[in-house]
């Protein structure tokens, strides 16, 4: 009792708003590295907290623990309290500090000091069932709904038409802006250039990209498509969106308000690179 009282005064300052909760999932998880399976449960919570994607905490019976080797790393969470660091060796190649765990959590925290989690893009796949999940795991609470539109929808990027059509995908997505997804028959293909850059959507798959030249100016890495879309997106395969944030789009004539994401910015990334991911 006498530590717990310890670490509440040790609190860094606290958003009554923010909050924490965990709930057990009945999904089969698996993570594979290096070829070897180092996490097997069907009894994996899931982590929700302000701010923040879902993480698995998964028990530390159903985890490799034997290829796991504390580091001196440890961080402080204000509202979970301190976490311990391992890195897990798989043959030669070390992951390192790539799971943490909080083995005394604050009391008003969730009871997760028999749990470990990992860093997402530590490990080389993640399995739900049999299907691959990529970036972080899946909200159970998001939602992407697709549906064909007969909605005029005109995309203008420096005072040039670049799509127009009547036949739009429209994608919902918990917590984002609509997406206008556009068939290429009704884009100025000619002012599109392929680009390098492919990133990953956990509830959506691999995004390709193109920059538009239009009013002799380039925007780059302005629309994104999807050529293999998971299942459940399967509706917007080969069509293309551009960025509500960077564009203007007219819906039935009516200019849309730009909305204000962290997408907001020029050459900003919709979803984690390939290779790169986030928290």
Same mark, same amino acid.
Request: with cysteine.
């Given at each position: 009792?006498? $530590?717990?009282?310890?670490? $509440? ?18 999904? +089969?998880?698996?993570?594979?590295? #290096? ?11 899931? *982590?929700?907290? /302000? ?15 034997? *290829? ?7 961080? &402080? ?8 660091? +391992? ?27 028999? @749990?470990?989690?990992? @860093? +997402? &893009? ?11 999940? =990529? ?29 127009? /059509?009547?036949? %739009? ?35 959506? #798959?691999?995004?390709? =990209? =193109?920059?538009?030249? %239009? ?5 780059? &890495?302005?629309? +994104? !498509?999807?050529? !293999? ?20 789009? @007219? ?15 020029? &050459?900003?990334?919709?979803?984690? *690179? ?6």
């Amino acid at each position: 009792m006498a $530590q717990a009282s310890a670490q $509440q005064q040790g609190r860094r300052e606290r958003d009554p708003n923010h909050k924490v909760r965990v709930e057990p999932t009945a999904k +089969w998880i698996r993570g594979v590295l #290096g070829g070897k399976t180092i996490v097997d449960t069907k009894r994996a919570l899931i *982590l929700f907290e /302000t701010s923040h994607t879902p993480v698995y905490y998964f028990h530390k019976d159903d985890v490799r623990m034997d *290829l796991m080797k504390p580091t001196d790393k440890t961080t &402080n969470c204000p509202y979970k309290g301190d976490a311990s660091y +391992w890195t897990v060796t798989v043959g030669d190649n070390p992951s390192e500090d790539a799971l943490w765990s909080y083995s005394d959590p604050y009391p008003d925290a969730p009871d997760i000091k028999a @749990y470990v989690a990992f @860093y +997402w &893009n530590k490990v080389d796949h993640w399995f739900e069932e049999e299907e691959e999940v =990529y970036v972080h795991a899946r909200d159970p609470y998001k939602r992407v709904d697709t549906m064909l539109s007969s909605r005029h929808v005109q995309v203008v990027i420096n005072d040039e038409t670049v799509a127009d /059509t009547h036949t %739009a995908t429209l994608l919902f997505e918990t917590g984002l802006p609509i997406r206008y997804y556009i068939p290429k028959t009704d884009i100025r293909m000619d002012l599109l250039t392929p680009t390098d850059r492919l990133t990953r959507c956990p509830y959506k #798959g691999a995004s390709n =990209y =193109y920059s538009v030249t %239009a009013g002799d100016e380039e925007a780059e &890495n302005i629309a +994104w !498509y999807y050529t !293999y879309p998971i299942p459940e997106s399967a509706k917007v395969a080969g069509l293309v969106a551009f960025f509500n944030e960077r564009v203007d789009i @007219y819906v039935d004539n009516e200019l849309m308000e730009r909305p204000k994401t962290k997408w907001s910015a020029v &050459n900003s990334i919709p979803f984690p *690179l390939l290779n790169v991911f986030t928290d």
